[in-house]
């Protein structure tokens, strides 16, 4: 039971590089959402789906991309990195949304120096 | 803005004492979810209760809720070393977005 799968589990990049974040899930889940935690906060959605091609901004979405081309992947892009983007990102998923279990993987910390 | 917010921020009991804490929302909700985080990890859900619910326990968890005061309790009882982690509650108002409070950090002494 492999359940949800991030990688990198470390990265440290320059300000300005770009980079994807990947996350899947072999739960066959429709929703999938990711995440970011920064010390004394609490997770804020960055994008969500709902199912594969359809995709939703979230609380703290600039300068993230995301999309999603199979119900299995779900990955995440930085586009131009930032300090401010320094954080620890999780991935989720769930069977049908807000209202079910989510799943989490066991997240990224991204260092943008 | 946040949904849920967790009171305490942080919680320190000796082993074999109950733990409990809360979690106040401001909108109307579908259902409330605790998660529990180790350092370093993931969430891990815990428990869920839907708005007509009123009490629900897993285990040593007790969950409370009280839509009248957009408010929610989790209680640990008789708390174990392995409890030591970061608590959470979110909630679900029927959008596709949950939201999740700062947690409370609960440190259980040997």
């Known amino acids: 039971n492999a359940g949800v799968t991030q990688t990198p589990k470390f990265q440290v990049l320059k300000t300005g590089q770009s980079m994807t974040l990947q996350c899947a899930q072999d739960?066959?889940?429709?929703?999938m959402s990711w995440y970011r935690q920064d010390p004394g906060m609490g997770l804020r959605l960055i994008h969500y789906?709902?199912?594969?091609?359809?995709?939703d901004q979230g609380e703290v979405p600039n300068g993230y991309n995301v999309s999603r081309s199979t119900t299995e992947d779900f990955p995440l892009r930085l586009l131009s990195a930032a300090p401010s983007q320094t954080s620890v990102y999780f991935c989720?998923?769930?069977?049908?949304?807000?209202?079910?279990?989510?799943?989490f993987g066991a997240g990224t910390r991204l260092s943008v120096l | 803005s946040q949904q849920g917010e967790e009171d305490p921020q942080a919680l320190s009991i000796q082993e074999g004492e109950n733990a409990t804490m809360n979690c106040s929302y401001k909108?109307?909700?579908?259902?409330l979810q605790w998660y529990r985080q180790n350092s370093g990890r993931g969430l891990v859900h815990l428990i869920l209760?839907?708005?007509?619910?009123r009490e629900k326990h897993s285990g040593r968890l007790r969950v409370t809720l009280d839509t009248s005061k957009k408010s929610s309790s989790l209680l640990i009882t008789a708390s174990r070393a392995a409890d030591t982690a970061s608590y959470f509650c979110?909630?679900?108002?029927?959008?596709?977005?949950?939201?999740f409070g700062k947690g409370t950090k609960l440190s259980v002494i040997p």
């Open positions: 909108t109307s909700i579908n259902n």
């Open positions: 789906s709902v199912g594969a091609g359809i995709t």
């Open positions: 979110s909630s679900g108002a029927g959008s596709y977005q949950l939201t």
């Open positions: 739960m066959n889940h429709e929703y």
């Open positions: 989720a998923s769930s069977y049908g949304g807000t209202g079910d279990i989510q799943y």
């Open positions: 209760i839907r708005s007509n619910e």
